[in-house]
């Protein structure tokens, strides 16, 4: 497995953290985007946020129009139960962008697939998938997998 760039302590990816019960959970943390939808499956209170991928987020959105957010911030907890079950321990990475809020699992509601997974490239995300299903996109280091 890929080690996990450095980058994500870089300071162009400033991370702010929110908690649902003090921001509350429709907070708009860019347009079209509130907390609870960027928030952990596993229900918890703390959200930590990429800024520059709140601004990547932002020109997507303008872009694409309207999109569902499947995925954005892990918590340790929910990334390790719910991502890599079943998955041998060996193939587990220790980090994912979606631990640092610098990353989201995405469906485009106005727009092809496709279309949407080569603007997220065009705007400048850095790791970029289209699974069929939804897109992976990332404020991480440009790379393919």
Not at 8 to 30: P, Q, R
Not at 61 to 88: C, D, M
Request: with cysteine.
């Amino acid at each position: 497995m890929e080690a996990f760039p450095e980058s994500v302590l870089d300071l162009k990816n400033k991370l702010s953290v929110y908690c649902l019960s003090v921001h509350g959970e429709n907070f708009v943390l860019s347009p079209g985007l509130c907390l609870k939808e960027f928030s952990s499956r596993c229900g918890q209170d703390q959200v930590i946020v990429s800024q520059i991928f709140l601004q990547m987020y932002a020109v997507l959105r303008e872009k694409a129009g309207r999109i569902q957010i499947n995925r954005g911030y892990s918590s340790w907890l929910w990334h390790l139960e719910h991502v890599y079950k079943g998955t041998p321990k060996e193939d587990v990475p220790e980090l994912s962008y979606h631990l640092f809020g610098m990353a989201a699992d995405m469906v485009p509601l106005d727009i092809k697939m496709e279309e949407f997974a080569q603007l997220c490239k065009d705007i400048g995300f850095g790791g970029v998938k289209n699974y069929g299903g939804f897109v992976h996109a990332d404020s991480g280091k440009k790379r393919t997998w």
